[in-house]
């Protein structure tokens, strides 16, 4: 993506900018997604094993609270979720420049580049979109207020 050319003209810079954004961005949601799904599965495969060990009852205590930790904040920041958002929207991108690259429908005219801006940014947006409704699908409810009558 970064070196790809079409007539001798780079890709337009919003399009690379987006999808290094996208990359980097699953890679680290993978990578801690990962991270806190390995975290809860040890944590709970050793509680078992020290428990019948001579070591203090904080310590099996302590390794329920991690793996608990670690799936809260898995859940809570949507980890998964969002990597395997990130990596649908850097395809979807990837796809737009193929098309762009090869001169496929709809970037076969002189007006190609601005065809690809648009489409990059419209999948971006509906991923924004997206992202946001998980986030507020997340929040608490507000709490609701019952006043007794008089």
Do not use: N
């Amino acid at each position: 993506m970064r070196t790809a050319r079409r007539d001798d003209q780079e890709l337009p810079v919003p399009v690379t900018a987006k999808w290094e954004w996208y990359r980097k961005s699953g890679k680290r949601h993978r990578r801690s997604y990962g991270l806190t799904e390995l975290s809860a599965i040890v944590g709970a495969a050793a509680i078992p094993v020290v428990a019948v060990t001579d070591l203090p009852a904080l310590v099996v205590a302590l390794l329920g609270a991690a793996v608990l930790v670690a799936t809260g904040v898995r859940t809570a920041f949507g980890l998964h979720e969002s990597w395997v958002q990130d990596s649908q929207i850097q395809y979807a991108i990837e796809r737009e420049v193929a098309l762009y690259l090869v001169k496929a429908a709809p970037y076969a005219d002189g007006s190609a580049a601005v065809r690809l801006v648009e489409a990059v940014e419209a999948i971006t947006w509906e991923g924004g979109r997206q992202w946001a409704s998980r986030r507020l699908q997340m929040a608490p409810a507000p709490a609701v207020s019952v006043e007794k009558g008089s």
